[in-house]
């Protein structure tokens, strides 16, 4: 009987992990990372991807809001030499990126030292200013790409039909 009982337990302890990975999947609960080599620095961006769901992303915060870019632990940006964005330094070491939208269609980076639960002014390293366009297309699952155009680093973050980008180079 302790055999049939073993075995009714894995089998179910089996169907439980396999939900649970399921459900992972279908909420978008994954891990995406983005990674680029330019001017000699190494930059690596990890970050949840959660998925819309029917949501409209461009609906869910108010001005003044911030967004943690993700879901789960935070998403960080990690460079071991200083970045350039238009002027504004971020020191090379590991930062968290949060974005804040200012007002409609006007959005801005934050790298900080805290989440946005823990998230207070003294935590900010540097703002800077991204450029938001609306496209055609939606993503379901949040989307962040770092690319190089001719020595000038560029990032985006896609979710929905909000693409938000902005350009940098290595200090």
Known sequence: MK???MFIAGVAGSIFVAL?????VALGAGRGSAKLIIGGAHIAIDYGRP???GRD??????PGQLWRIGANAPTTLETDKALDFGGTIVPKGKHILLAR???PGKWTLVFSTK????????AKVAEVP?????VGDSLELVDIQLKNENDTGWLEIGWGKMRLSTSFKVF
């Open 3 to 5: 055999r049939n009982q």
């Open 20 to 24: 649970v990975l399921c459900a992972g």
């Open 51 to 53: 998925a819309l769901q």
């Open 57 to 62: 992303m461009l609906k869910q915060l108010q």
């Open 101 to 103: 939208l200012d007002e």
């Open 115 to 122: 989440s946005v639960f823990d998230y207070d002014p003294s």
């Open 130 to 134: 991204l450029t938001f366009r609306e």
